[in-house]
């Protein structure tokens, strides 16, 4: 006689359309670990087999003022409005030598890791947003010299300073949407390996880094805040000069409508091309 047996009822597995997509955020918070791994890594790297480490983020952006401050200070004469130009030069030099050095490294990220990237599941996002994490570490560090010559000249800022981490905010956003554009682009198109380098330096120039945006003539300077790093830099010498230097209203709220902007896109064309990233790098 044969028992009856019983069947268990099957489980059904349900593939929804777009189910990836909608848990792509949530992945990025399960492999948050991947961020610290990959920026920790890139630390190392860049300061290995180097005589004197972590101190290249002090020396670089030091000998950068101290060149700036010789030549628009000493001998163009430029316009402090009363501060110390190595306080007025440094000040715009925190902010653009982390938004450069996040965009050169948020750039190259997928490329760097190319080989992680084709073979193993992970929101590519995290690639770019650690890159800009490894320059905000150095950002961080440069802030020493800053300290420094305040103590040096015996500078105080005042309340304004508390507004600083805002800034930072749009610094950060500023470097995280223009260097998803370009990592995205970099993978697909290899002649932006070249075009990054002189971006960067051109935008050394036309930034107000050296000099105050104030010598820019009335006329132009609404067009002028078309740079997004304008409203950045005006706002970290606001923050950290005090009154010697007002921001331009119109011109600080475009620049940093343009950050948004660049923000948004550059994450919205970064997760369009992602799907691609692993058949094309």
């Known amino acids: ?54 101190s290249w983020a002090l020396l670089r952006p030091f000998l950068t003022t101290v060149v700036f401050t010789v030549v628009f200070g000493v001998l163009l004469k430029a316009p402090s409005a009363g501060a110390p130009y190595p306080i007025v030069v440094f000040s715009a030099m925190l902010p653009w030598q982390f938004f450069s050095n996040a965009l050169s490294e948020c750039s190259n990220s997928l490329i760097s890791n190319s080989n992680l990237i084709s073979k193993v599941y992970f929101p590519r996002l ?82 107000p880094v050296g000099f105050s ?20 830099i005006d706002g970290f010498r606001w923050a950290i000069l005090g009154k010697n230097f007002d921001i331009y209203l119109p011109g600080f709220l475009l620049s940093v409508a343009l950050v948004i902007l660049v923000l948004i896109t550059g994450i919205y064309y970064f997760r369009r091309m992602e799907r691609k990233f692993a058949d094309i790098i």
Do not use: C, H
């Open 213 to 232: 945006s104030s010598v820019v003539p009335e006329q132009w300077r609404l067009l002028y805040s078309l740079n997004p790093m304008v409203g950045v």
């Open 1 to 54: 006689m044969i028992g009856k047996q019983t069947l268990e009822p099957r489980q059904k597995l349900v593939i929804k359309a777009g189910q990836t997509e909608q848990q792509y955020w949530q992945d990025i918070w399960k492999y948050r670990e991947l961020f610290y791994f990959l920026a920790w890594r890139d630390i190392l790297v860049r300061y290995k087999q180097t005589a004197i480490g972590l």
């Open 126 to 207: 995290i690639v770019p947003t650690s890159a800009v994490i490894v320059s905000f570490v150095d950002f961080m560090i440069s802030a020493i010299i800053l300290l420094g010559f305040m103590a040096w000249y015996n500078f105080v800022p005042d309340w304004r300073i508390l507004t600083l981490p805002l800034f930072i905010a749009i610094a950060f956003a500023a470097a995280m949407g223009s260097g998803l554009w370009l990592a995205a682009l970099n993978v697909e198109y290899r002649d932006f390996r070249y075009i990054v380098p002189f971006i960067v330096q051109f935008g050394l120039y036309i930034s």
